[in-house]
């Protein structure tokens, strides 16, 4: 059955447009992160948000990289500035988040240490709900940089994906059956 024209040119213009979307999303993980600021201070209960920002746009560029419909040529383009955006958003998320104090130390109390990443933030006390937002950030931040990490190595070194696979044990229909049972 032949295509028509009309569906070939759509699709062409569909992996155009998702080309576009693609380096915009690329550009977005591509840049710093600029953490929230209230009254001078990082302010602390946005850093969620802020990570989750990140987060989404990472699970849209691999959807739209993992998308079987999508033009292969146009994943091959973008393959080092998606390996570089990668590597630029793990790198802002371990210094700007997961490498956050929970807690600076409060005005009276022992100094801080001069190497953290807020050696040069005014001192101010958090409240346990402000600490709560910091936990649950570093930890959002902790899972994406995992996942980040892991799909770096697949595009470096697909051989690795192949060798996980294989090295897995997957038990047969009854077995999963009996499992279940």
Same mark, same amino acid.
């Given at each position: ?25 690329? $550009?977005?993980?591509? $840049? ?47 393959? $080092? ?39 040069? %933030? ?40 192949? %060798? ?11 077995? +999963?059956?009996?499992?279940? +049972?």
């Amino acid at each position: 059955m032949k295509k028509s024209s009309f569906t070939e040119q759509k699709k062409a213009q569909i992996n155009k447009a998702i080309e576009f979307a693609i380096n915009e999303h690329l $550009s977005v993980l591509n $840049s710093d992160i600029v953490l929230p600021v209230k009254q001078g201070n990082v302010n602390d209960l946005r850093l969620l948000p802020t990570v989750t920002s990140r987060d989404t746009v990472y699970n849209n560029l691999m959807d739209f990289l993992d998308d079987p419909e999508i033009d292969a040529s146009v994943k091959v383009k973008s393959q $080092s500035k998606i390996v570089s955006g990668l590597k630029k958003t793990m790198d802002e998320l371990i210094a700007k988040i997961i490498l956050r104090p929970m807690k600076p130390y409060q005005a009276g109390g022992s100094k801080r240490n001069e190497n953290s990443p807020m050696a040069d %933030e005014e001192e101010f006390e958090k409240s346990d709900d402000i600490i709560s937002s910091v936990s649950n950030s570093v930890k959002k931040a902790k899972d994406l940089v995992i996942l980040i990490n892991n799909r770096i190595a697949s595009i470096e070194n697909p051989d690795s994906i192949k %060798e996980k696979v294989d090295s897995l044990i997957i038990p047969s229909i009854a077995e +999963r059956y009996a499992r279940n +049972r």
